[in-house]
């Protein structure tokens, strides 16, 4: 009897994550409803069998996506368009495959990711706006946006980032290389964009109430730095909504796809 062959296929993936729990099914925990639990519901009714679905990138509750990457294994004989048409079909309208590809059987879409880009938007102005509120962060005077500069120039590169850490018991390094942050403002809206080799939870929310402390005059530029040396959570800035974060991009050394 011939055995079937097993196949790695990648999932590009955009989702609005305000109803969500976050990213990742949680073990005991069946109630909670997140992206990972939906993608795996749908898997599940195209397979005929349970499915369990890997991600680049645990986003946080009401966090959302433009670019998450995930990969399934299947036996399944469909074509890659054909699974990327079903379970566009058979998800929530706020979870959409972008693009479905076969991988080689050793990609891992967390496991070999190299860079994580995240976004985080706030929207400036007297009156909150009703259809923008779900998406932003909000302010109502446009913070100092070349003192953040200065601020975030500080982070650049491999530090250690423990104040900017919610998690005090973290057994895992908080070593990370920030590759790039950039901050565009006008007069409605700010957007930070940061680029490194991995984030935590929380993460990239502490960093951009950090970055508008400075930018409301309640921190200066120059005490980010000493936050990298003393690693001092309680001087950090707070850890603002997850409303305003988007995962944007995942990167690898290779676009993954076989050659």
């Known amino acids: 009897m011939e055995q079937e062959r097993t196949r790695n296929i990648k999932l590009t ?3 609005d ?3 969500y729990a976050g990213w990742q099914r ?3 925990k069946e109630r909670m409803v997140t992206i990972q639990s939906k993608l795996e519901e749908a898997l599940e009714k195209m397979e005929g069998k349970p499915v369990e679905v890997i991600g680049a990138a645990r986003t946080e509750p009401g966090a959302h996506a433009y670019g998450q990457i995930a990969n399934f294994h299947t036996t399944s004989d469909m074509s890659v368009t054909e699974i990327k048409q079903y379970l566009n079909r058979y998800l929530p309208m706020d979870i959409a495959v972008l693009e479905a590809c076969e991988m080689p059987n050793r990609f891992h879409s967390s496991y070999l990711a190299k860079e994580f880009v995240y976004e985080y938007r706030v929207t400036i102005g ?3 706006s009703v259809f923008e509120r779900k998406y932003n962060y909000y302010c109502f005077k446009r913070p100092d946006v070349e003192k953040m500069k200065k601020a975030a120039a500080y982070l650049l590169g491999g530090h250690d980032f423990k104040a900017f850490s919610d998690n005090r018991k973290m057994k895992k390094s908080t070593v990370r290389i920030m ?7 006008d007069d409605r809206e700010v957007l930070f964009t940061f680029t490194a080799d991995d984030f935590w939870p929380h993460m990239v929310r ?3 109430g950090t970055l508008l402390a400075v930018g409301k005059g309640e921190m200066a530029p120059e005490a980010v730095e000493r936050l990298l040396v ?3 959570r309680e001087a950090a800035g707070e850890t603002i909504e997850a409303r305003g974060l988007f995962l944007t991009e995942v990167r690898y050394e290779t676009d993954g796809k076989e050659s």
Do not use: F, Q
């Not at 590759?179 to 403002?185: G, L």
């Open 230 to 232: 003393t690693g001092d």
């Open 179 to 185: 590759k790039d942050i950039s901050i565009y403002a």
């Open 26 to 28: 949680m073990a005991g």
């Open 17 to 19: 994550g305000s109803r």
């Open 206 to 208: 502490i960093l951009v």
């Open 13 to 15: 993936l955009e989702y």
């Open 126 to 128: 007297e009156v909150p």
